[in-house]
């Protein structure tokens, strides 16, 4: 999200995700700081766990779960 610096970016990025047009306005110009954004309806939907891991990144809860014998 810090990467996508200028507003139009991170607009235009989410909308690329698949994120719809008002969710991506709206999260693209708020004011907020990234942790509070990452709650929000524009990041849960065009940031999803497939396009995480993607991105290669691991899942918290998968490593919990090995760590734990449940997986």
């Known amino acids: 999200w810090k990467q996508w610096r200028?507003?139009?970016n991170r607009i235009r990025?989410?909308?690329?995700?698949?994120?719809s047009k008002r969710a991506a306005i709206w999260t693209g110009m708020s004011s907020k700081s990234d942790?509070?954004?990452s709650r929000s309806l524009g990041t849960q939907t065009g940031m999803t766990n497939d396009?995480?891991?993607g991105q290669g990144?691991?899942?918290i809860r998968d490593?919990?779960?090995?760590?734990?014998g449940y997986a």
């Open 6 to 8: 200028g507003v139009r």
């Open 13 to 19: 990025q989410l909308l690329a995700l698949g994120s």
């Open 35 to 37: 942790w509070h954004l």
């Open 51 to 53: 396009w995480l891991k």
């Open 57 to 59: 990144l691991i899942s």
């Open 63 to 68: 490593q919990w779960m090995k760590a734990h």
